[in-house]
């Protein structure tokens, strides 16, 4: 057996969103879910009607109560617990995000007590050992920002940094690695696109200016952090699908190289004198034959995503052309039953173990997600966690797929040649 021993100082970990685990938030995404639990529910078996695990997830999927996030896991009052099973699994590095609504729930008024909340969840993380990733944007907005418009409001480059300022003043001397914004295009598409997300305004327009104060509100606060913490490492964290083009044909190829900039490689573009290293997150990947996801599908997950975990590793060449370091912050699947976890797992190391070797500086893998949690507009039906909460009693289970990965983490090594 081939033994795949990692970088020294290889970051190992996974990652979570406030508003998917905290619980008890106030936000655009709050009040949107309370509006449109009852649609969402009416509306689930024709979005997800298909899936193989359909009778299993349909009381549930059915239910208003599934879109309402509510306590989520609790995460808020429950850190310690969950740190601390992270750190028995090997864990060195965490990444979550902060709640915007919570440090300025009122515009310009900071709630120090919530300031002083996520220093003391910083400072747990340090007692375990576990290295910090401080993502300031994970999609919801307070309600007095979405009243003036979210990010279409001319002034809202200026308020992201305002907040900015006032959070890495607080944690200035804790932390280290800063991610500024997740998934700005994913946002930017379901939201102003497809109009799935709040705020649903369907407008193209509204989408390109949206991308543009994303892209405006990291290169401010970029340097704002800086100025704070000179040695800081600022990042975004971006979804870069793996588009394949098909036996190599022209059309696909043309297809493939127009998405490739427009989707994996925009941003980046945008912001590259403003990023000390990349996050990257995947969790697909695109055949393109005459049209889109023409994919076999030999595996799918609970969602219908397909598992190809060789996506992984293109996504990583894609971007070695910026000569940053890279850090995968977010990679994982869907899976109650945690039938393919172990294998997609090492499946996604031997991926980043060849980029690696190809000269690709991929430094940490943080996998999605720490905990099962509440995702978005499928809701609490989706099981991403290495660690299992039952939401009625809160209590967590660690996966046998997590114990899996703990070994990977502990030994900073993988056995290279698995079997799914």
């Known amino acids: 057996m081939k033994k795949g021993q990692f970088p020294d100082g290889f970051l190992w970990g996974a990652a979570t969103a406030a508003h998917q685990v905290e619980g008890g938030n106030t936000n655009d995404w709050t009040e ?69 609504s919570r440090i300025e729930p009122r515009e310009g008024e900071f709630d120090e007590k919530e300031i002083e909340h996520y220093k003391k969840v910083i400072t747990s993380l340090r007692a375990c ?115 394949e083009a098909y036996k190599n044909k022209f059309i696909n190829r043309l297809l493939k190289g127009m998405t490739d900039w427009l989707w994996n490689f925009l941003f980046f573009d945008l912001i590259k004198k403003y990023q000390d290293f990349i996050g990257l997150n995947n969790y697909h990947h695109n055949r393109i034959n005459f049209g889109f996801n023409k994919n076999d599908n030999e595996r799918i997950s609970d969602m219908g995503w397909e598992l190809y975990p060789e996506a992984l590793y293109h996504t990583l060449v894609g971007i ?61 039906w989706p099981r991403f966690g290495l660690v299992e909460i039952d939401y009625n009693t809160m209590e967590r289970k660690i996966r046998p797929s997590a114990r899996t990965y703990a070994e990977i983490c502990k030994t900073n090594s993988l056995i290279l040649d698995s079997n799914p």
């Open 32 to 100: 949107w879910e309370k509006k449109n639990a009852e649609r969402l529910a009416r509306e689930a078996e024709k979005k997800f009607g298909h899936l193989p695990i359909w009778n299993d997830i349909k009381t549930q999927a059915q239910d208003p109560q599934n879109y309402i996030s509510g306590r989520a896991c609790d995460h808020y009052n429950r850190y310690e617990e969950d740190f601390n099973i992270a750190q028995s699994l090997g864990h060195n590095a965490h990444r979550f995000s902060i709640e915007w």
């Open 129 to 243: 050992g576990i290295e910090p990733f401080v993502t300031l944007w994970h999609w919801p907005i307070p309600i007095w920002l979405k009243d003036k418009g979210g990010w279409r409001s001319g002034k809202v480059v200026e308020y992201f940094d305002r907040y900015t300022e006032k959070v890495a003043l607080a944690l200035k001397d804790d932390v280290k690695f800063w991610i500024t914004l997740n998934e700005p295009l994913v946002y930017s598409a379901h939201s102003y696109l497809k109009g799935a997300w709040p705020p649903q305004k369907k407008n193209p327009f509204h989408f390109i200016l949206v991308i543009r104060n994303l892209m405006r509100a990291h290169r401010l606060s970029y340097g704002t952090i800086k100025k704070i913490n000179p040695v800081a490492q600022i990042g975004i964290s971006a979804h870069n699908v793996y588009l």
């Open 320 to 380: 070695k052309k910026y000569n940053k370091p890279v850090y995968v912050t977010e990679n994982g699947l869907a899976d109650r039953e945690d039938k393919y976890r172990e294998w997609f797992i090492k499946e996604n190391l031997k991926s980043v173990a060849r980029a690696i070797d190809e000269g690709v500086d991929v430094r940490g893998y943080l996998y999605w997600s720490l905990l099962d949690n509440f995702e978005w507009d499928k809701w609490f």
